[in-house]
Structure formats: C-alpha cells, structure tokens
C-alpha cells in the first residue's frame, strides 16, 4: 500500500516536470538543480524495490536490485531516469502474469499496488485493472521522455494507423508472428480465453500462423496471408521430423493425431513422422503454386501505392519537359530572330558595302576606302551582337570553367558589391549548371535593376545530392515570383531539373531567394596544362 | 620583334601571320594547340606571344592557362591575350602576378592594325593593355564605391584611357587636350586614389587596376 502511493507520487512528480518543462522554465541551478537533475533517477528506487519484493520471495533479490538502482543513479543519472518508464511497465507486465496465475488456479495472497490480490473473486480483476493503469502510464512516461525504444514505438503506431488506410509490408506481417507469440505467452492462453491449453508447440505454431494469418487477411492481401500459411505448414512438418529425431531432447506432449503425452511409449514415433512428412510434401507441393500466386497478385497495396507515386511522377514530367521544350522553342525562336535581324543583315550590308567598293575602286579610289571603313565597321558590330547572343546561350566562362568561376565572374560584372560564398566540393553537370548559374543571374540583375540594394551575398553549398544556392540582398524587398515573367521563368527552368526556388521577400526587405537543385557532383576539374 | 601565335582556326592564324609579317614582325611559330604555344614560348622565348583564349584540346580556356603557366615559370614573359569576349575574371587572373607585359584585347580589335600593333609593342615593352570593354566594366562596377566618386568626369575619362595602356601623350590627343594637362589629371587621380607616384607607366596602371580589383 505504501509503495504504491509513493510510486504513483512518483509518476505524478515525473508528469508535473514533463508538463512545467514542456513551458521552457529554466532549470535552476546550484543544489536545486542538482536534486531536481538526480530526482529522476531517484524514482528508480522504489521501482527497483517493487519489481524485486514483487519478483516472488527471492529476498536475495532485493539488494541485488536496490545496489544496481543506486549504482545507476551515481554513475549514470540520466540513461538511468531513461529507464523508469521500462519498470514501471515492467510492474505492468507483471500484473497481468500475476493475474494470471490466479485464473491458473494460484492461491498465494500477493500485494499488488494497492489490492491484496488472492483467489476469488477479488482476485484477478483488480489486479489486471490496475496493471492496465501501469501500462498505459508506463507508455505515456516512454514517450515523453523519449527512451530508447520510444522511437519504434512511435513508428509502429504510426504505421499501424497508417495501415488502416494503406496495409502493411509482408515483412511486418511476418514480425507479427513473434509479436504475437509473445502476447500469447504472456497472457497464457490456458483458460484465459477459454482456450485449449497450448500442449505441444505445434499447437502454438498453428495458433500463432492462424493469428497471423488472420491479421495479414484483414489488412493486407490473400497471398501474403497464403504465405504465411504455406510457412506455417513447412514448420510444422518440419517440427514433426524435429520430435521424431531428437525425442526425448525436444519436449512434446502431443503432436497431431499422436499423444505423446511426454512419453513415447503411449504412441509411435514414427507416426509423428509420417505427418510431419505428409506436411512437408503439402507444403513443398503447395509453395511454387503459392508463390506464382502471390506475384500475380497484383492488388497489392504497396504496388498499388507504388503505381500511384509513378503516376504522380509521370504527371510532373510530363509537365516539366513540355515546359522545357517550350523554354527551348521559345529561346531558338528568339536567336533566330536575333540572329536574322543583327549578325545576318550586317554580313548582307557588308558584302554590299564591299561590293560598290570593288566597282568604284577603279574610277573613285577614295569613295571606295570609305565604304570598306563602313564595311570594316559592320563586321565590327556583328561580331558585338554575335557575342551577347552567344553569352545568352552559353556564358563563356561556365563553359570554361564551370558553376564557380561563372558565378564569380558574374559577381564581377555586376555594379555591385558582391560577397561570395561558394563551398563546391566538385563540378556541377553542365545542363544543371547552365540552369542555376542563369537562375543566379536572373536574380542578381533583378537585385540591380529593382531591388535598391547596397550589397548582395551568394551562397552556394552541397549536401546529400542536393546543390543549394542562396542569393540575400539588403534591398527594398517586395519581390513575388508570381508577378512578372522573371522568377517564374526561373523556377520552370529549375523544374526540368526537379529542382525548386524559394523566394522570401518581407515589405522593406531583406530578400532571400534560395535554389534547390538535387544533382550529382563529378571531381573538380584538373588543369591540363 | 619576334612574335609566336597561337590560334586554332586556320583562317584567323593565317590571317594573323600575314598581318604582323606585314607590319614587320617576325613570327617565329604560329601553332595550334596549348601544348604547342606552351613549348614555343618557352623554348623560343618571343618579344611576345599572341595568344587565343580557346585553343584544343580542351576547348575551354586552354590558351590562357597556358599563357599563365607560361608566366609562372618565366616572370614577365609579354603575352597578349585575344578572345572573343572579355572577362574580368580572366584580366584578373593575367594581371595578378604584377609584373606587366600583359594584354587582353577581343579579336575584332586586330581590324584596327595601328591600334592592334601599338598594342603588340606596349606588351613587348612590358606594358599593360586592357580592351575598353574591361576597362568600362571596372568603372561601372566601383563608381557608386567610394575613392572613385570622388574624381571628376575628366579625371574618369583619364583613369580609363590609363587601364587601356595608353600613354600620357595618346591620351591628351585623344582627349584633345595637352600632355601637361593630362599628367595633372593623373597627379590629381593618383592623390585622390592613394597612389604612390611613379615615373613608370606600367607601374601606374598595375597600380590602379589592383586598386580597383579590390
């Protein structure tokens, strides 16, 4: 009675410091903060107490227990507090073996909590009440103060919700089998449920791939619950020839149709054997046919799931590349145009010049040196117009050089100051390249032309596949990739590459607009000469 | 003067070759490759070497590295970089080691043969040439930064024909003004910048340019 008032003191002090944590109060310091940091690990004493006084009589235990606790406290606060919620559900655990006991047919009178548990009718229930109460207190603690362990049991509860919706992998319809054997070993099948006592364990086997099966039928597919019960046959057979073998090694009390009842003399071995024979053959004959079933078994979720993540994906580059082949009509379209305007008609104006300066060369020598001047003079400026064409299509010295000394030079031209932070540990492909160094310029002549900044600071960096650039600027702000043709231009040309621009611009500024791209790295470039 | 010329495009070195032998240079190798340009400069050893920015095997930048390899390993070798267009990165690169003798000029500047070949001579004498688009680009990009706003629009004009290698007297009759003038502007442009004053014109112009790479 008094320990379960100080355990339950315990686990409430453990819920008032979780719930006053969670609010971000400082921890104090000095000596307060010492009891409070040691406190935790504490409440492992009693805990250690209980589970020893509870272990059933060994009172050799109990210092044994009581030493270790101490130990972990001094040595190692911190993983020992990590370790409460595992006593307190191990008191749990132990309720309903207790309580199980009494449904076995027990009559030693044990304190459990705060019930004087014995056979009868105050027994069993009270006990399993109350070790339910433990349970779920137990998890909660886990949870909350994260020990180890609180990580998986967060993930199966989130899949087990999830798999209402989705189904569950085949491997975890397999670790169902363990799971549940467990469960079922724990809580005793005897007369806990009114079930038949589990005599021999090819009983437990069926039971448990019956179970199992069951569970994978409910929320997963027909050839995974096929499955699993073509393993439970080979096992059983299997355990047949085990008994058959190994007897009297291996304890069995009864094996299908033979009763074995723990000795061989009450049946033959050897009909053990035949049905463990006759098992195997089922189920060596039965797994091929199982198997081609369980491949065509097309409605499966995780297929399914799969198909759906593929058409999804399949949407979005479809709409990518017809973005893509657009950008690139578009831009030939537009060198085309620069080019039938600019460089040809100055190359048609210059051989015409150079044409009346050959027929007036012999009557006008003079007239004729000045129009090869014009000449001279239109060559001059169709290579000018030539090497903005080129520039747009392909920045030279990216060409030459590659994503960071482009990126440098491009610092260089703009009429800004620009600080540079390139951390490339290698070459970017160039199409990827090509595409963030004109996403990067896009957004330094943007800086230029509107931004009224000071100065501008480039980021580039790359981790785990993915390059990340980041242009900030101390400018006047209100940049929106949805007005105007600029940025979202940019972010279409990112797409091709699933890449993505990210724009953060507050009223008044700063400006931040970040580039994602994921893209593999080759090694840096080696001078070859 | 001995010349050595590296250029990929048969025509343009071709080209190149007939237009220097006619001005009276003698072009002791015209080759095709950086490897080549490497060996011919440093085995011949020219007045200066006229070099194309992209040359095989890479395709890139091949002729500058090589140019710059070419420097490293024989200080001050003259070498006058052509290229289709003109980066501040690569005039960067060419004027770091500071010791002159360097130029960088778009191809289409070899039309003007009297600019082209006074060029050619400015290099070989251990000058610095700048092609004007460079030299804009530098004053676009720190005319808002502080020690330039202070020069007058003349002092500007000056500082630019300066970063392009002319000397005092090309500039005041570019400008149309007398030498005198022009040293004074100089005079002012150095006091304003921080600059040391010097007799030699090289030694100006890498000055300011390194002012204004900072």
Same mark, same amino acid.
Request: charged share 20%; glycine share 10%.
């Given at each position: 009675?008094?320990?379960?008032?100080?355990?339950?003191?315990?686990?409430?002090?453990?819920?008032?410091?979780?719930?006053?944590?969670?609010?971000?109060?400082? #921890?104090?310091?000095?000596?307060?903060?010492?009891?409070?940091?040691?406190?935790? !690990?504490? $409440?492992?004493?009693?805990?250690?107490?209980?589970?020893?006084?509870?272990?059933?009589?060994?009172?050799?235990?109990?210092?044994?227990?009581?030493?270790?606790?101490?130990?972990?406290?001094?040595?190692?606060?911190?993983? !020992?507090?990590?370790?409460?919620?595992?006593?307190?559900?191990?008191?749990?655990?132990?309720?309903?073996?207790?309580?199980?006991?009494?449904?076995?047919?027990?009559?030693? #009178?044990?304190?459990?909590?705060?019930?004087?548990?014995? *056979?009868?009718?105050?027994?069993?229930?009270?006990?399993?009440?109350?070790?339910?109460?433990?349970?779920?207190?137990? &998890?909660?603690?886990?949870?909350?103060?994260?020990?180890?362990?609180?990580?998986?049991?967060?993930?199966?509860?989130?899949?087990?919700?999830?798999?209402?919706? #989705?189904?569950?992998?085949?491997?975890?319809?397999?670790?169902?089998?363990?799971?549940?054997?467990?469960?079922?070993? &724990?809580? @005793?099948? %005897?007369?806990?449920? @009114?079930?038949?006592?589990?005599? %021999?364990?090819?009983?437990?086997?069926?039971?448990?791939?019956?179970?199992?099966?069951?569970?994978?039928?409910?929320?997963?597919?027909?050839? *995974?619950?096929?499955?699993?019960?073509?393993?439970?046959?080979?096992?059983?057979?299997?355990?047949?020839?085990?008994?058959?073998?190994?007897?009297?090694?291996?304890?069995?009390?009864?094996?299908?149709?033979?009763?074995?009842?723990?000795?061989?003399?009450?049946?033959?071995?050897?009909?053990?054997?035949?049905?463990?024979?006759? $098992?195997?053959?089922?189920?060596? *004959?039965?797994?091929?046919?199982?198997?081609?079933?369980?491949?065509?078994? $097309?409605?499966?979720?995780?297929?399914?799931?799969?198909?759906?993540?593929?058409?999804?994906?399949?949407?979005?580059?479809?709409?990518?590349?017809?973005?893509?082949?657009?950008?690139?009509?578009?831009?030939?379209?537009?060198?085309?145009?620069?080019?039938?305007?600019?460089?040809?008609?100055?190359?048609?104006?210059?051989?015409?010049?150079?044409?009346?300066?050959?027929?007036?060369?012999?009557?006008?020598?003079?007239?004729?040196?000045?129009?090869?001047?014009?000449?001279?003079?239109?060559?001059?400026?169709?290579?000018?117009?030539?090497?903005?064409?080129?520039?747009?299509?392909?920045?030279?010295?990216?060409?030459?050089?590659?994503?960071?000394?482009?990126?440098?030079?491009?610092?260089?031209?703009?009429?800004?100051?620009?600080?540079?932070?390139?951390?490339?540990?290698?070459?970017?492909?160039?199409?990827?390249?090509?595409?963030?160094?004109?996403?990067?310029?896009?957004?330094?002549?943007?800086?230029?032309?509107?931004?009224?900044?000071?100065?501008?600071?480039?980021?580039?960096?790359?981790?785990?596949?993915?390059?990340?650039?980041?242009?900030?600027?101390?400018?006047?702000?209100?940049?929106?990739?949805?007005?105007?043709? @600029?940025?979202?231009?940019?972010?279409?040309?990112?797409?091709?590459?699933?890449?993505?621009?990210?724009?953060?611009?507050?009223? %008044?500024?700063?400006?931040?607009?970040?580039?994602?791209?994921?893209?593999?790295?080759?090694?840096?470039?080696?001078?070859?000469? | 003067?001995?010349?050595?010329?590296?250029?990929?495009?048969?025509?343009?070195?071709?080209?190149?070759?007939?237009?220097?032998? +006619?001005?009276?240079?003698?072009?002791?190798?015209?080759?095709?490759?950086?490897?080549?340009?490497?060996?011919?400069?440093?085995?011949?050893?020219?007045?200066?070497?006229?070099?194309?920015? =992209?040359?095989?095997?890479?395709?890139?930048?091949?002729?500058? =590295?090589?140019?710059?390899? /070419?420097? =490293?390993?024989?200080?001050?070798?003259?070498?006058?970089?052509?290229?289709?267009?003109?980066?501040?990165?690569? +005039?960067?690169?060419?004027?770091?080691?500071?010791?002159?003798?360097?130029?960088?000029?778009?191809?289409?500047?070899?039309?003007?043969?009297?600019?082209?070949?006074?060029?050619?001579?400015?290099? /070989? +004498?251990?000058?610095?040439?700048?092609?004007?688009?460079?030299?804009?680009?530098?004053?676009?990009?720190?005319?808002?930064?502080?020690?330039?706003?202070?020069?007058?629009?003349?002092?500007?004009?000056?500082?630019?024909?300066?970063?392009?290698?002319?000397?005092?007297?090309?500039?005041?009759?570019?400008?149309?003004?007398?030498?005198? /003038?022009?040293?004074?502007?100089?005079?002012?442009?150095?006091?304003?910048?921080?600059? /040391?004053?010097?007799?030699?014109?090289?030694? =100006?112009?890498?000055?300011?340019?390194?002012?204004?790479?900072?």
């Amino acid at each position: 009675m008094l320990f379960a008032i100080v355990l339950l003191l315990t686990i409430g002090c453990i819920a008032f410091i979780l719930v006053r944590g969670a609010k971000g109060t400082p #921890r104090p310091g000095g000596l307060r903060g010492r009891i409070r940091d040691r406190g935790w !690990a504490l $409440l492992l004493l009693p805990i250690a107490m209980s589970a020893a006084v509870m272990a059933g009589g060994a009172h050799g235990l109990i210092p044994a227990e009581l030493g270790l606790a101490a130990l972990a406290i001094v040595f190692a606060p911190k993983p !020992a507090a990590k370790l409460v919620p595992y006593g307190v559900l191990g008191l749990a655990i132990f309720g309903i073996m207790l309580a199980r006991t009494y449904n076995d047919g027990s009559i030693s #009178r044990v304190q459990y909590l705060f019930v004087d548990a014995g *056979w009868g009718i105050w027994g069993a229930p009270p006990v399993l009440a109350e070790a339910g109460l433990l349970f779920v207190i137990g &998890l909660w603690l886990l949870l909350r103060l994260n020990s180890p362990g609180a990580g998986t049991v967060r993930a199966l509860t989130a899949r087990w919700l999830a798999s209402g919706r #989705r189904g569950i992998s085949g491997a975890q319809a397999l670790l169902l089998i363990p799971v549940v054997g467990l469960a079922v070993q &724990l809580l @005793g099948p %005897g007369n806990w449920f @009114g079930w038949q006592a589990i005599d %021999g364990l090819d009983v437990a086997v069926m039971d448990l791939t019956l179970f199992a099966g069951a569970l994978v039928l409910i929320f997963r597919s027909r050839a *995974w619950a096929a499955t699993l019960a073509e393993a439970g046959l080979l096992v059983l057979g299997a355990y047949g020839w085990v008994i058959t073998v190994f007897w009297p090694v291996v304890p069995g009390f009864a094996y299908g149709f033979a009763d074995l009842n723990n000795s061989p003399a009450s049946a033959h071995l050897w009909t053990v054997a035949v049905e463990g024979s006759v $098992l195997l053959a089922a189920g060596l *004959w039965l797994a091929p046919r199982v198997m081609r079933h369980h491949l065509t078994d $097309l409605p499966d979720p995780e297929l399914a799931a799969r198909a759906r993540h593929l058409t999804q994906r399949v949407q979005t580059l479809t709409q990518t590349r017809h973005d893509a082949v657009d950008t690139a009509a578009a831009e030939l379209r537009r060198i085309e145009r620069d080019l039938h305007d600019g460089a040809q008609a100055r190359l048609v104006a210059l051989g015409m010049s150079l044409q009346a300066a050959q027929r007036l060369f012999p009557t006008n020598p003079e007239a004729a040196l000045a129009l090869v001047a014009e000449a001279k003079e239109s060559s001059s400026l169709a290579l000018t117009e030539l090497r903005d064409l080129v520039r747009g299509i392909y920045p030279p010295v990216l060409a030459d050089r590659g994503l960071a000394d482009a990126i440098r030079a491009l610092a260089l031209d703009t009429p800004l100051p620009v600080e540079l932070d390139l951390d490339l540990p290698g070459e970017v492909k160039l199409p990827v390249a090509s595409a963030v160094y004109f996403s990067v310029a896009e957004a330094l002549a943007n800086v230029t032309k509107h931004a009224g900044a000071r100065a501008v600071r480039i980021q580039f960096s790359y981790s785990v596949g993915m390059l990340r650039a980041q242009v900030t600027d101390d400018g006047s702000g209100g940049a929106d990739p949805a007005l105007g043709t @600029g940025l979202a231009g940019v972010e279409r040309r990112l797409a091709t590459f699933d890449g993505i621009l990210a724009v953060s611009s507050p009223p %008044g500024g700063p400006t931040i607009l970040v580039i994602e791209v994921p893209c593999a790295l080759s090694s840096p470039k080696i001078s070859s000469c | 003067m001995r010349v050595v010329i590296a250029e990929d495009l048969f025509l343009l070195r071709e080209g190149l070759v007939r237009l220097l032998t +006619a001005h009276g240079f003698e072009v002791v190798a015209a080759v095709a490759s950086a490897p080549e340009l490497l060996r011919a400069l440093l085995d011949e050893r020219p007045d200066v070497g006229i070099v194309d920015v =992209r040359l095989p095997p890479t395709h890139t930048d091949d002729g500058l =590295r090589a140019a710059l390899q /070419a420097r =490293r390993q024989v200080p001050g070798l003259p070498v006058l970089v052509l290229s289709q267009y003109v980066e501040q990165l690569y +005039a960067r690169e060419l004027l770091a080691d500071q010791a002159g003798g360097v130029g960088y000029l778009l191809k289409d500047r070899v039309f003007n043969d009297e600019a082209f070949t006074t060029a050619i001579r400015g290099v /070989a +004498a251990g000058g610095t040439v700048l092609d004007p688009v460079v030299v804009q680009k530098l004053m676009v990009r720190h005319s808002r930064t502080e020690p330039l706003t202070r020069l007058t629009p003349r002092e500007h004009d000056v500082l630019a024909l300066m970063a392009e290698g002319r000397s005092n007297a090309a500039i005041a009759q570019r400008l149309f003004v007398t030498e005198k /003038a022009v040293s004074k502007h100089a005079a002012g442009i150095f006091a304003k910048l921080d600059l /040391a004053l010097s007799d030699d014109d090289n030694r =100006r112009v890498l000055a300011v340019l390194a002012y204004l790479g900072s």
